[in-house]
């Protein structure tokens, strides 16, 4: 029985997630957590009999102790319930499917407690792959990814000797936009932004992915999960998303992990590594597909993938204050207080006025985060 617990249930790679353990009669579900959605809490409760529930929000944990005071499942709020969340003696697997900074310390410690992580929180390594990586070859834990784009690497590596790769290639949809030049994303809308082409994804990453931030943390993460400097990780837009990504290996040769776009693919693959189970759904039809097109990014109008490459060079506290200029400017523009472009302008004023720290422990990294929202919300 692989016993899971999840941070971040009721989210999009949360709730995928719950669809591999229905498929699969060997996963139990001893944990799980939300922020304030405690309608689907309850429901989820309900169908998968979790020991215990961490709910972000204290008063949403009032309610749903009420809703479900008729199970045995015990609920708790906070940071310190997302701790007891992350250390459940019982479980073996974390899935961090969280949404943001918030992810690092119950992912910190769940590593410490042993635990393997089943990596779907980009900002964990984004800000604090100098303090996860170690700490995870310390306490002898895999750190397992769940993004599509880092599953497919981690998949073409497995077999393969790691210091043979000489280039990570990193494959992007390009998003709604692609092709679009500056001039012409000045006035487009919410709803235009979150229709992405390819994949079914939560409103932040659907953004992300519109401004190629989401790529810019994806070459960010790679970084830290494949011990690859940045001068050999490069981004190739493939619009129809059936590569998932690639691996260049010194001889030239590439190998390249394909298939359609379901996340419940690196999901399942994380959680039964290094063994695969059959996973119902659409087969990738090459005949029916035709071509599989290939260009460069647009870095002069999608400015979220420079920005955050230069972050990723500077290192200390940048990558913080890309990572939290970006999440602050997301929600405002998620909440229309903001256009489309002004997303980067909020990340470049953001970085430009930063004077950064070396070497960062947790606690300086989030009180950068906090120290840029505040500058933010100042002046915007």
């Known amino acids: 029985m692989k016993k899971i617990a999840i941070l971040g249930s009721t989210g999009s790679i949360g709730t995928q997630t719950l669809e591999v353990a229905r498929a699969n009669q060997d996963i139990q579900v001893l944990g799980i957590s939300a922020g304030r959605n405690v309608q689907k809490l309850e429901e989820q409760v309900r169908e998968f009999h979790p020991r215990l529930v961490a709910v972000w929000e204290e008063e949403a944990a009032k309610e749903l102790q009420v809703r479900i005071q008729d199970t045995e499942t015990e609920v708790v709020s906070g940071m310190d319930g997302l701790l007891k969340l992350a250390a459940m003696p019982e479980t073996e697997i974390l899935v961090t499917a969280i949404v943001g900074m918030l992810g690092i310390r119950p992912t910190m410690e769940a590593i410490r407690a042993g635990k393997d992580i089943a990596l779907a929180n980009k900002e964990t390594l984004v800000t604090a792959g100098h303090l996860i990586m170690p700490m995870a070859e310390e306490y002898g834990v895999k ?7 880092h599953s497919a690497i981690f998949q073409a590596l497995n077999g393969e000797h790691k210091e043979e790769v000489h280039k990570l290639l990193i494959t992007a949809s390009g998003g709604p936009f692609r092709g679009r030049k500056r001039e012409e994303l000045e006035h487009v809308t919410l709803e235009d932004t979150l229709k992405h082409p390819n994949w079914v994804m939560g409103q932040k990453i659907t953004v992300d992915s519109a401004t190629l931030v989401n790529k810019g943390l994806e070459v960010m993460e790679a970084r830290w999960l494949f011990g690859m400097d940045l001068d050999h990780i490069q981004v190739v837009v493939q619009p129809q998303s059936v590569i998932h990504s690639m691996i260049e290996f ?26 695969r189970r059959y996973l119902d759904g659409e087969r990738l039809d090459f005949a029916g597909l035709g071509q599989i097109t290939f260009e460069e990014p647009d870095m002069e109008t999608f400015l979220g993938l420079p920005m955050a490459i230069q972050a ?18 997301v929600k405002k523009f998620l909440h229309r207080e903001i256009g489309f472009l002004d997303i980067y302008e909020i ?34």
Not at 312 to 329: I, Y
Not at 362 to 374: H, M
Request: net charge negative.
């Open 250 to 275: 010194k001889d030239g040769g590439i190998m390249a992990q394909l298939g359609t776009p379901d996340m419940r693919l690196p999901i399942q693959y994380a959680l039964y590594y290094p063994h």
């Open 143 to 149: 750190i397992l990814p769940v993004d599509s784009e």
């Open 347 to 380: 990340i470049g004023q953001s970085m430009s006025r930063h004077t950064k720290s070396e070497d960062p422990n947790l606690e300086e990294i989030l009180a950068v985060e906090e120290e840029t929202y505040r500058w933010i919300e100042s002046r915007w």
């Open 312 to 329: 990723s060079k500077e290192g200390g506290t940048m990558p913080t204050v890309f990572n939290a200029a970006n999440e602050l400017a």
